[in-house]
């Protein structure tokens, strides 16, 4: 069982910047092969944002491209997030599985149910 820990959530105005930590503990991040973020605004549904495979490659959602960074190291995953803006608001979760992000030709990492492993989320607040 992995466990996973996010911290590094706060307020920042518009603009500016956030960095998302993921801790992972009891397994190490090489045996989770698909790794990423989701985040939920209030009153609406979890949706994916940002995702790495066991390759290192990524994958954004067109909402956030060109502003966040995900990335890892051997045992944390990060989100860089800059630029951000009022609609950035929400909870974030780092989630994991051990399945492939990408196969058949395709990313298919957008559905929450697909992710065994899900951290307790940290709140980000975009505000002036």
């Known amino acids: 069982q992995a466990r996973l820990v996010e911290s590094g959530g706060g307020m920042v105005q518009p603009g500016g910047s956030l960095r998302l930590s993921c801790a992972v503990s009891?397994?190490?991040?090489?045996?989770?092969?698909?790794m990423g973020w989701f985040r939920q605004a209030p009153d609406k549904a979890r949706e994916g944002i940002a995702f790495i495979d066991n390759y290192g490659d990524t994958t954004y959602r067109d909402a956030v491209k060109d502003r966040f960074i995900v990335s890892k190291t051997k045992d944390i995953l990060y989100l860089e997030m800059n630029n951000l803006k009022y609609e950035d608001t929400g909870t974030y979760y780092c989630v994991a599985d051990k399945r492939l992000c990408f196969h058949g030709g395709a990313w298919r990492v957008w559905n929450p149910s697909d992710y065994k492993y899900w951290g307790q989320g940290t709140q980000v607040t975009v505000s002036s």
């Open positions: 009891e397994v190490t991040v090489r045996d989770l092969y698909c």
